[in-house]
Nanobody, 123 residues
Framework: QVQLVESGGGLVQAGGSLRLSCAAS????????MGWFRQAPGKEREFVAR????????YYADSVKGRFTISRDKHKNTVFLQMNSLQPEDTAVYFC????????????????WGQGTQVTVSS
C-alpha cells in the first residue's frame, strides 16, 4: 500500500522559509515523478513543482520559480520542498503526489496523494 505523508507545514511571516517533507513508502518509485501541488481556500488545486525520482530533473510553476526548490533523497525515500521568500499568496494546503504518466503538470496525472500539510504566510 503506497503512502505519502507530508510534514513541515506551519505559520510563517512573509519573507520567511519553510521546508516541507514527503515520506514515501509502499513501492519502488523508479520511473515516477514526485510532485507538489497546493490548494488555497476557494481555489483549484495547482501544480507547484515536480522531480524525477530516478533522474532528479525538476520543473517549477512560474509562480514559485527562483523561490522554491524541490529535491529527493532516494535513500530516505523522501521528497522535499524548500520554500523561501514566502508570500501571503503562498498560503495553501500543500500536497505531495506521485505520477508515472503524462506531463505530470496536472493533478489528474497523479496516482498517489498525501493528506496535505497547511502552510500559512502572514503579512
Amino acid at each position: 500500500q503506497v503512502q505519502l505523508v507530508e510534514s513541515g507545514g506551519g505559520l510563517v511571516q512573509a519573507g520567511g522559509s519553510l521546508r516541507l517533507s514527503c515520506a514515501a513508502s509502499g513501492r519502488t518509485f523508479d520511473g515516477y515523478h514526485m510532485g507538489w501541488f497546493r490548494q488555497a481556500p476557494g481555489k483549484e488545486r495547482e501544480f507547484v513543482a515536480r522531480v524525477g525520482w530516478s533522474s532528479g530533473t525538476t520543473y517549477y510553476a512560474d509562480s514559485v520559480k527562483g523561490r522554491f526548490t524541490i529535491s529527493r533523497d532516494k535513500h530516505k525515500n523522501t521528497v522535499f520542498l524548500q520554500m523561501n521568500s514566502l508570500q501571503p499568496e503562498d498560503t495553501a494546503v500543500y500536497f505531495c503526489a506521485a505520477s508515472i504518466r503524462g506531463s505530470r503538470l496536472h493533478d489528474w496525472e497523479y496516482d498517489y496523494w498525501g493528506q496535505g500539510t497547511q502552510v500559512t504566510v502572514s503579512s
